[in-house]
């Protein structure tokens, strides 16, 4: 089927900013609750929000096989469960009904004012009911540095990092939408020169820039996903912050893993941009250095996206400083590695399940995506516009994720992923 909707010469009938993440090529899916309090589910093009709903029941999507209420809902897992061919004939006839060639809606005053809401008149929610959400290690950069840390730089990369795409299963209840606020976590630390862990609010508080996808239904138990054709159960992607209490966790992996210290909040932006708008952002993924054995294997190079992402640290004075700029493509283990490795063992993925893609950092420091790298685990402070420095986060500081892809002929992107932070309970 033709991805119609990508067409980068399509104009739209609503107004578009020249670098707004949304223009007509993208089409993303999420849900809000409009100032009426009716929660639909909808897209977005410009500044607006379109009630996916409403078109629905005013007989736009006519000869799409969809079930009445499939727009009716407070999450998109049904939708996400009816598979690519529907999302596909779905996001082309929005495209096409928002063409600016189309005059169906756009002459239709009365539909319009059903269907078409201004953002600011909206409150975006949490766009899937996650069942279960998994978050991959997959960046070789963090891995390293992370491991030089704690470990030194001869044995910096654990002895299974190259051959399987590391991971560990978070927890889902936590994961919220962008704009809700981060409470700061208590928990057992163990301070330097201690005898015994104390208990008190973390004193290392971090982000982890990331992205994840969302599954549809992929498998049943005890059946696996090849591969090359991983592709056809992952829906879309969102920006996402998997905050960390690097004292707590520090005290807490071994022997198990993160826990408290990761499973207090998860942050996700609310619109999830499908893979087929991000398709001519496809470019070649990271050599990987390592063969891997064969359920791993891609018979395709190209399976990276230059996504360019950005985080901020917005202070309570109303300073923005920049604290890092990377890209998705530095990702060394690629989601469908990520997505076959998880079904191996006969695993089953669901529709609205979550995979995180790990921290992306790249080379440099002005790529690392955590602050536990970029003051190095508090030894490099950075000084923001204020003057004052940070070596990880303050209660009142506004964390930003921001991410888009652009070529010659459109930009799409993600909007923003975001967190306040308040003192702890």
């Given at each position: ?55 629905h029941q005013l007989g736009y999507f006519e000869g799409i096989p969809l079930t009445d209420d499939i727009f009716m809902q407070d999450s998109l897992n049904d939708f996400i469960a009816d598979g690519r061919i529907t999302w596909r004939l779905v996001r082309n006839r929005i495209a096409d009904i928002f063409d600016v060639n189309n005059q169906k809606l756009q002459a239709n005053q009365a539909h319009r004012d059903e269907v078409i809401f201004d953002m600011k008149d909206i409150e975006v929610l949490l766009p899937v009911d996650i069942g279960d ?293």
């Amino acid at each position: 089927m033709q991805l119609t909707a990508n067409n980068p010469n399509r104009k739209s009938w609503l107004h578009v900013a020249v670098d707004c993440d949304f223009p007509i090529q993208n089409i993303p899916f999420g849900v809000f609750l409009t100032k009426d309090d009716i929660i639909t589910i909808g897209t977005r093009i410009g500044e607006y929000a379109i009630d996916l709903g409403a078109l629905h029941q005013l007989g736009y999507f006519e000869g799409i096989p969809l079930t009445d209420d499939i727009f009716m809902q407070d999450s998109l897992n049904d939708f996400i469960a009816d598979g690519r061919i529907t999302w596909r004939l779905v996001r082309n006839r929005i495209a096409d009904i928002f063409d600016v060639n189309n005059q169906k809606l756009q002459a239709n005053q009365a539909h319009r004012d059903e269907v078409i809401f201004d953002m600011k008149d909206i409150e975006v929610l949490l766009p899937v009911d996650i069942g279960d959400y998994t978050d991959f290690y997959s960046s070789k950069e963090h891995a390293t540095n992370v491991g030089i840390m704690f470990r030194g730089p001869e044995n910096a990369l654990m002895p299974n990092w190259k051959h399987i795409p590391v991971g560990y299963h978070g927890r889902a209840s936590s994961i919220i939408v962008s704009g809700t606020p981060i409470i700061r976590p208590c928990g057992q630390t163990m301070p330097p020169d201690a005898s015994k862990p104390v208990f008190g609010p973390t004193k290392r508080l971090d982000m982890e820039l990331e992205t994840a996808f969302i599954t549809t239904a992929a498998n049943h138990l005890g059946e696996s996903i090849p591969v090359n054709d991983a592709e056809e159960y992952i829906f879309g992607m969102v920006l996402f912050n998997d905050w960390s209490a690097r004292d707590i966790q520090k005290w807490e992996y071994v022997p198990l893993g993160p826990f408290l210290g990761k499973s207090f909040a998860s942050t996700i932006s609310p619109w999830i941009v499908t893979m087929d708008a991000l398709e001519p952002f496809r470019c070649e993924s990271p050599k990987q250095d390592v063969e891997v054995l064969d359920y791993l294997k891609q018979d395709r190079t190209d399976n990276a996206y230059d996504i360019k992402l950005q985080a901020f640290l917005e202070t309570e004075n109303g300073d923005v400083n920049k604290l890092t700029e990377t890209n998705f493509k530095h990702m060394y283990w690629s989601m469908k590695q990520q997505l076959a490795h998880h079904t191996i063992n006969g695993c089953n993925v669901r529709a609205g399940d979550m995979m995180g893609s790990g921290t992306l950092s790249g080379a440099t420091r002005e790529a690392f995506a955590s602050m536990l790298e970029i003051a190095w685990a508090g030894k490099k402070p950075i000084t923001l516009k204020d003057g004052s420095t940070r070596v990880f986060f303050n209660d009142g500081d506004n964390v930003i994720i921001k991410g888009h892809c652009k070529n010659e002929n459109v930009r799409i992107g993600f909007g923003t992923c975001a967190g306040k932070i308040l003192p702890s309970k």
